[in-house]
């Protein structure tokens, strides 16, 4: 019998709005509650991808916005060939830190690159692989950089303008609007989680929303303590 295809999840959203941080939590769940899943992360994630992410983030000689785009391609067509579609095949559910939509906020609307050059390079890099959810942690501009600036150093995209991380920002707000949505199918369906509570709530208006959505792949079998 073939093996039903996984689900791939996609956490979103600006620079420290918490992805990470609820991306190893919904992680741990699904550990708990016998879920196969993997976690890979944009830029990197494959040995080519995380030379490709040292090269993107850290300071070093700067390069056009062209070359910003195809270097974070160059890492999702990677990732994507070598690792999530195998994964899908196995019928494992992928948690992806960024894809797609962060190409759209940050080289389309921050960097004003043409949007339907970039979404063919995408279409290209993804063999026009659709995430089937992605959650959109919003958290303001500058709750999301206080977390960061706490962290240390900005890293090379961090350090750019404040001009340019309110278009982003903008950006992401765009991406809840169900018109914004219908016009942009290689997106897939988005759905907004308010990411400004403690940890423990975000991680739970997470999970509330996969339950509702997959409720045979999501919830807790019964007789689980998860
Ligand atoms: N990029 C990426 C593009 O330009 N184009 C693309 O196509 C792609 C894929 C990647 C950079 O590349 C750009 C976007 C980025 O600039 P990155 O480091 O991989 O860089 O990603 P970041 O989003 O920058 O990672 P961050 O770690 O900064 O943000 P996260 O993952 O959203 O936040 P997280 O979980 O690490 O949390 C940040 C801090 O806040 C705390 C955490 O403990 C941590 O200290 N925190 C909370 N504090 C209070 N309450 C909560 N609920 C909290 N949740 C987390």
Redesign the pocket.
């Known amino acids: 019998m073939t093996k039903a295809r996984g689900k791939l999840i996609v956490l979103e959203?600006?620079?420290?709005?918490?992805?990470?941080?609820?991306?190893r939590r919904l992680a741990d769940t699904l550990t708990a509650r016998g879920v196969p899943h993997r976690g890979v992360?944009?830029?990197?994630g494959t040995a080519i991808g995380n030379q490709i992410?040292h090269l993107?983030?850290e300071p070093g000689p700067g390069f056009s916005a062209r070359t910003?785009?195809l270097l974070?391609?160059a890492?999702?067509a990677e990732l994507v060939e070598t690792d999530i579609r195998p994964a899908l095949a196995r019928g494992e559910v992928v948690l992806a830190?960024?894809?797609?939509l962060?190409?759209y906020?940050?080289?389309i609307a921050?960097r004003g690159l043409s949007e339907t050059e970039v979404t063919a390079a995408n279409r290209f890099a993804t063999g026009g692989l659709v995430p089937d959810l992605t959650i959109l942690?919003r958290l303001s501009v500058a709750a999301?950089l206080a977390?960061?600036d706490?962290?240390g150093a900005r890293?090379r995209?961090?350090s750019a303008s404040d001009d340019f991380h309110h278009r982003v920002a903008e950006a992401f707000d765009r991406f809840a609007e169900p018109t914004w949505q219908r016009s942009h199918p290689e997106s897939g369906p988005v759905m907004a989680v308010d990411?400004?509570?403690?940890?423990d709530?975000?991680a739970a208006a997470v999970l509330t929303t996969l339950e509702q959505t997959w409720p045979e792949t999501f919830r807790p079998a019964v007789g689980s303590h998860s």
């Open positions: 959203g600006a620079e420290g709005v918490g992805k990470t941080t609820q991306l992360r944009e830029p990197g992410r993107l983030l910003e785009a974070f391609m890492s999702r830190d960024r894809f797609f962060s190409t906020a940050y080289q921050g942690l999301a977390r960061t706490s962290r890293d995209i961090e990411a400004a509570g403690s940890v709530e975000v």
